[in-house]
């Protein structure tokens, strides 16, 4: 999976990006940055930290047992 950042401004002004798959879908969406240098960061946040990222399924709860 290639896939690709997208950088966009939002109607605040904020900067947000979004990792996209090659078939066009959203994998994941970020907050809003104050800056475009910022949400590069947080860009490059992502490439550093998430390469081997575990899963962890918090999605049992004492309701569903």
């Known amino acids: 999976m ?3 950042f ?3 401004k939002d109607r605040r002004g ?5 990792l996209v798959a090659d078939n ?7 907050e809003g940055y104050n ?5 590069v960061n947080g860009i490059e946040s ?4 998430a390469p081997d990222a575990k899963i ?3 999605a ?4 569903t047992v």
């Open 60 to 63: 049992l709860t004492a309701a």
């Open 6 to 8: 997208v950088i966009t």
């Open 35 to 39: 800056t475009k240098a910022a949400c």
């Open 24 to 30: 066009g879908q959203a994998i994941a969406v970020s």
């Open 46 to 49: 992502v490439r550093r930290n």
């Open 2 to 4: 290639a896939g690709k």
């Open 14 to 18: 904020e900067f947000r990006f979004k």
């Open 56 to 58: 962890d399924d918090s």
